[in-house]
């Protein structure tokens, strides 16, 4: 069992940056963002390796977001840059065996979610 928490969500301007973090209580294979705005599916937003690093994003913030973590920490972090009123959702961390995939039942441990809200 992996316990997950998200932190580090709020209310900021459209261009402003928010770093996300999720805190692991153990390590499966890989970890990831997903995103729910309201009325609509539960999208993925980025992924990371636990044992090389390797990342993958959508593409709707190539270029803007950046997942990351910290071994010793059992810490994934997203950077978020240039942000969009389109990136207001609320942000989950998940956890997966493997690294293939970006649908969100293939993710067995799910945190419990933090706002992001984006104003223009």
């Known amino acids: 069992q992996v316990q997950l928490v998200e932190s580090g969500g709020g209310l900021v301007q459209a261009g402003d940056s928010l770093r996300l973090t999720c805190a692991a209580s153990?390590?499966?294979?890989?970890m990831a963002w997903f995103r729910q705005a309201p009325g609509k599916e539960r999208d993925f937003v980025a992924r990371i390796r636990w044992s090389t690093g390797s990342t993958g994003y959508a593409d709707s913030v190539k270029g803007r977001f950046t997942i990351s973590k910290d071994n010793t920490k059992n810490a994934v972090y997203l950077q978020m840059n240039s942000l969009k009123p389109e990136d207001t959702a609320v942000y989950y961390c998940?956890?997966?065996?493997?690294?293939?995939?970006?649908?969100?039942?293939?993710?067995?441990?799910w945190g419990q979610g933090t706002q992001v809200t984006v104003s223009s």
């Open positions: 998940a956890a997966a065996p493997n690294f293939s995939s970006t649908l969100p039942r293939d993710y067995q441990y």
């Open positions: 153990g390590r499966t294979g890989a």
